[in-house]
């Protein structure tokens, strides 16, 4: 049915930590929505904010990278289970998607892209005469 | 570093990956488990080893089929605890908090909101539904000036310590 249509598949790229001198970074959850006109792209990204957000679109990769802005606190850490580490995760795009129509916003630490389809590719009517 | 490749390949073509429907009905799959060769889970398994030596504290996100279990940090400041918890896309009216006994307990719903239903979801690792987390505070706490704010997905919780908790400096007298 959908031969031609890929589906943008997620790929991880988690940088690898500590010995080859590289960032770290968590790999944010994410939910993908598809419906006739485009995607929908729902990430997690707690501590994130609209200044610490970058999303770029290149040789039809995607890649999301959040960086934490909340100074951490001054105290002692009695206990602990968030990682203070920066959020990154990349997809490949797929084809029919328009990218220069792609928009993004964040609120309360959850990312929202929606991914438009080009208009060449959305499904048509084609009236029988 | 060639069969990395050829996986990435065969994820651009649906018609070449005949599992791919039946991912689909995993909830939630840990995403490094998911496309990648033996030898960089091994490596992501020794990363899971090295972090545990760093934190000192599991990483609570590797059980795979546990319910919603939000991070928590607990700071120690010098006159007041900090209590934070990562709840990202929640409403403030969802999420409650009580304080009994030295015990903070939060707990709330994250409920799933979509405009439209048609369309086909094709991954998903977020969690909708209940949590509760609670934490034993090490030390008095007065009840009456517990704050909370809940700002880019993180609730903030603010207890300050009772008089009795506050560290004091104790002068000694040379006589």
Do not use: C
Request: charged fraction near 30%; glycine fraction near 6%.
């Amino acid at each position: 049915m959908q031969s031609t249509l890929t589906k943008p598949e997620q790929q991880t790229q988690q940088q690898r930590p500590a010995g080859n001198g590289r960032a770290n970074f968590l790999t944010p959850v994410a939910n993908i929505h598809e419906d006739k006109d485009g995607y929908m792209l729902e990430a997690e990204m707690p501590g994130v904010t609209k200044d610490g957000l970058d999303v770029t679109v290149e040789n039809g990769e995607l890649v999301i990278i959040g960086r934490r802005s909340a100074a951490q606190p001054v105290g002692q850490a009695l206990y602990r289970e968030s990682r203070g580490w920066d959020f990154r995760r990349a997809f490949e795009l797929d084809p029919s998607i328009d990218a220069a129509k792609i928009t993004a916003k964040i609120e309360q630490g959850v990312l929202t892209l929606h991914l438009p389809k080009a208009e060449a590719v959305k499904p048509r009517k084609i009236a029988v005469s | 570093m060639a069969s990395r490749k050829l996986h990435r390949k065969a994820s651009f073509n649906k018609n070449h990956q005949p599992n791919s429907k039946t991912m689909n009905l995993i909830r939630y799959q840990w995403p490094e488990l998911s496309n990648w060769s033996p030898f960089d889970r091994l490596a992501s398994f020794r990363d899971e080893i090295n972090r545990l030596f760093d934190t000192g504290l599991p990483a609570r996100d590797t059980a795979l089929f546990s319910a919603w279990s939000p991070a928590l940090d607990l700071y120690d400041e010098k006159d007041r605890f900090l209590v934070s918890l990562e709840l990202p896309g929640m409403k403030k009216e969802d999420i409650s908090l009580s304080f009994q006994d030295g015990v903070l307990t939060v707990s709330g719903e994250r409920k799933h909101e979509r405009e439209g239903k048609e369309g086909e979801t094709f991954r998903s690792e977020r969690y909708f539904g209940k949590f509760q987390r609670s934490v034993s505070l090490p030390a008095g706490v007065d009840a009456s000036k517990v704050k909370a704010t809940y700002r880019d997905g993180i609730l903030h919780v603010e207890l300050p310590k009772s008089e009795e908790a506050k560290p004091k400096q104790i002068e000694v007298s040379v006589s």
